[in-house]
């Protein structure tokens, strides 16, 4: 199992670009999230999914669009990067949300 | 070592000693509470967790406790290594709420060789 995969692992994008960031897991967990991680703030969700099809926002979703239209495949949109979303963005996936969550290795992302 | 948590983010301890890490959790009505662990570069990781409904629970080299009177948690890691060197996340589950985890800030662990 590759585990929970995410790509790229650096991204430098300039105010007003969009992008998306994906993340993909092999565990056939229906339970897939994004985290935002800056420091001193540790982790904050951004959007997470209680399965294909369903998804709910976090704590911070300003800003950032999600999808599911597969068990496997969770991407973030970026609609229009500000300088604000400069972080370092984390995908995990579990089988429920009070399982134990998987997490991939992160997007550094950077706004000019 | 000891730390506590918030008020003292970093925490050394010499490799071979026992190493504890704080965390004051923010809600009563939590009921399940993990431990991960992050080495630099990468994801977090899970280490061990604990309901409610325990005081202590032990892996391998590490120890939870749970004090729900203080809302506090701790976690134990035993003849600190080199490769124990990360960052430490304390999460909570709120009761009834399966979808969001509260994580702490984190603790930095640094152990001396």
């Known amino acids: 199992n590759a585990g929970v995969t995410q790509t790229p692992k650096f991204q430098v994008l300039k105010t007003g670009q969009s992008m998306t960031l994906q993340c993909a897991q092999d565990?056939?967990?229906?339970?897939m999230s994004w985290y935002r991680q800056d420091p001193g703030m540790g982790l904050r969700l951004i959007h997470y999914?209680?399965?294909?099809?369903?998804?709910d926002q976090g704590e911070v979703p300003n800003g950032y669009n999600v999808s599911r239209s597969t068990t496997e495949d969770f991407p973030l949109r970026l609609l229009s990067a500000a300088p604000s979303q400069t972080s370092v963005y984390f995908c995990?996936?579990?089988?429920?949300?009070?399982?134990?969550?998987?997490f991939g290795p992160g997007t550094r992302l950077t706004v000019l | 070592g000891e730390s506590v948590g918030l008020h003292l983010p970093t925490l050394s301890v010499q490799e071979g000693d026992n190493s504890i890490i704080n965390c004051a959790y923010s809600n009563s009505a939590s009921d399940y509470f993990i431990w991960y662990k992050q080495e630099s570069g990468k994801g977090p990781q899970f280490i061990i967790d604990?309901?409610?409904n325990m005081d202590k629970r032990q892996g391998q080299r590490v120890t939870v406790l749970l004090n729900k009177t203080v809302k506090h948690l701790s976690l134990q890691i035993a003849a600190t290594q080199p490769g124990d060197s990360a960052v430490y996340f304390c999460a909570e589950h709120l009761a009834g709420n399966n979808r969001k985890l509260i994580w702490g800030l984190g603790t930095s662990l640094g152990v001396n060789p």
């Open positions: 565990m056939n967990h229906e339970y």
């Open positions: 999914s209680v399965g294909a099809g369903i998804t």
């Open positions: 604990i309901r409610s």
């Open positions: 995990a996936s579990s089988y429920g949300g009070r399982d134990t969550q998987y």
